[in-house]
């Protein structure tokens, strides 16, 4: 069985205008006003207004979003394990 090698994970913010994303591998949801989006480094939601994803290549894992952007937050991963499991790695 192949690994999975995570996808190399940045982000450049450009005056709050634009926002370009690599390593994504999928994008969960969008409207105006949140882009939720799954990264090699976790869960990433975008809030801001007029927000419009202006590129969409998930095979390179490239996204870009157009629109003000006021806030980027990194989910926390949920996880199937129990809480024995965690507690004892």
Known sequence: MQEKIP?????????R????????DDVLGFNEET???????GDLIIR??????????????EVEID???NSLQYA??????????R???
């Open 7 to 15: 996808k190399p994970h940045n982000l450049i913010l450009d005056n």
């Open 17 to 24: 205008n634009k926002l370009s994303l690599t390593g994504v």
């Open 35 to 41: 882009v939720s989006v799954n990264t090699s480094m």
């Open 48 to 61: 801001g207004s007029k927000l419009h994803i202006s590129k969409l290549n998930l095979e390179t894992g």
């Open 67 to 69: 629109g003000k952007v």
């Open 76 to 85: 926390e991963t949920k996880t199937n394990k129990s809480f024995m499991q």
């Open 87 to 89: 507690l004892l790695g």
